[in-house]
């Protein structure tokens, strides 16, 4: 099920309406207006400003899990930037991380090095010395769905994910045709194996792609996500549309909290969207006045991102 039909199945159920007065959430929003801002500053002021500090990192091992959807260097709105992911393994360096890794499980393409090649995200690992895991291929073991909204009653997740500390989510700020939006929960779609689940992760779009985003984030928990607004997409994301300057990194430990943030920045209303409105209250806050606003306003950035023309977007437009 895609768009207001998972909304609708999900409210019949009685499922959408919990109680998020509760739970308590910071983000950060943080002004980059080109990928030639000093990115590693930016964000490591943003984390000191979250209380996310050296004593969450020293001695941990990270694993940085960029958006790396289609191979096109020359299309900067489509891939998290390499500029961004060198910064934030260069503030977990210095924090004396045990190891840093970079992992994806690209869904469209097979050839995991056409991929990092054509994105430019193969130099910047190799000068930069920093090891990549293919998601893709990677050992497997399976651990219990946290959630069940999905058939699947375990799934299937790659050793090298398991076995990280500190797992950060790094998106790209980008509408989506069916999802409405792709951020830090939908991000998570990339770490689950292709020679489990297929390529596009059919498996999970079979089963629906808002239940699979929901049962994957709950199982994997990630610890921090960093969303890459510099340059962003609107229309037909993740890979068809078209650039849109947002200027703005979003970064948090609660990612419902900072998708949330991230689409309020966008121009929408975050509670239309029918997986962070399940989410509310069961993986974190989504209402505004429940996340604690850090760095630059929300109102001071906001630009509206246009969604896909089209009667299955309506829903999110309001």
Known sequence: MV???LGAALGAKGLLTYNESF??????????????SDLK???QEGLAELGFSRSRVLGKSVLLKPNLVEPDRSSPHINTHPVLVH???????????????????????????????ESGMAGMLSDAGI??????????????????????????????????????SMPKMKTHHWAGFTLSMKNLF???????????KNRLHYEGIFESILDITATVRPQLAIVDGVMGMEGD?????????????????????VDATSIRLMGHDPQRIPYLEYASGRLGPIAESHIEQRGEGIASLATRFELLDHPATAHFKG
């Open 190 to 200: 990339g770490v689950m194996p292709g020679i489990c689940y297929g390529w596009p």
């Open 41 to 43: 500053t930016i964000v």
């Open 3 to 5: 768009n207001g039909a």
């Open 87 to 117: 910064a934030v393994a260069e503030v977990f360096r210095s924090w004396d991380a045990a190891d840093v890794v970079v992992g994806e499980g690209a869904g469209h393409v097979r050839d995991t090095q056409l991929v990092l090649q």
């Open 23 to 36: 739970w308590r959430a910071e983000t950060f929003v943080a002004k980059s207006p080109s990928y030639g």
């Open 237 to 257: 994301g993740p890979i068809m549309g078209t650039p849109k300057h947002a200027g703005a990194l979003v970064i948090g430990t609660n990612l419902p909290a």
């Open 131 to 168: 090891p990549f895991v293919d998601l893709n291929h990677d050992d497997v073991a399976k651990v219990p769905n946290q959630l069940g909204l999905t058939s699947l009653g375990e799934l299937y997740l790659p050793k090298s994910l398991l076995k990280a500390d500190l797992v950060v």
